[in-house]
Nanobody
Framework: QVQYVESGGGLVQPGGSLRLSCAAS????????MSWYRQAPGKERELVAR????????NYADSVKDRFTISRDNAKNTVYLQMNALKSEDTAVYYC???????WGPGTQVTVSS
């Protein structure tokens, strides 16, 4: 079955950096675009970044553009999110998924606070 395991979250001060990883299984990872989503308390889940199946194209939400970088390693079935210049408003649980959203992983908590 489809599974996602997100990792790399934690507590970081404003201006700091984190690198999230998401290991996927249960489908042919290399033929699907992948995305990172986040959900802050009391808010709906939102798309943060998307990467094409080959990694040649990326898209970002305006709120994270020029601060976050999505990448992938198809040999490892893993997608990454490098997050720099973190802000308090980036605090959320972060999830990865493909466009079909067959299942959701547990997510990884990112807290930006001094």
């Amino acid at each position: 079955q489809v599974q996602y395991v997100e990792s790399g979250g934690g507590l970081v001060q404003p201006g700091g950096s984190l690198r999230l990883s998401c290991a996927a299984s249960g489908f042919v990872f290399s033929i699907y675009a992948m995305s990172w989503y986040r959900q802050a308390p009391g808010k709906e889940r939102e798309l943060v970044a998307r990467i094409s199946n080959t990694g040649s194209r990326t898209n970002y939400a305006d709120s994270v553009k020029d601060r976050f970088t999505i990448s992938r390693d198809n040999a490892k079935n893993t997608v990454y999110l490098q997050m720099n210049a973190l802000k308090s408003e980036d605090t959320a649980v972060y999830y990865c998924n493909n466009d079909y959203k067959w299942a959701w992983g547990p997510g990884t908590q990112v807290t930006v606070s001094s």
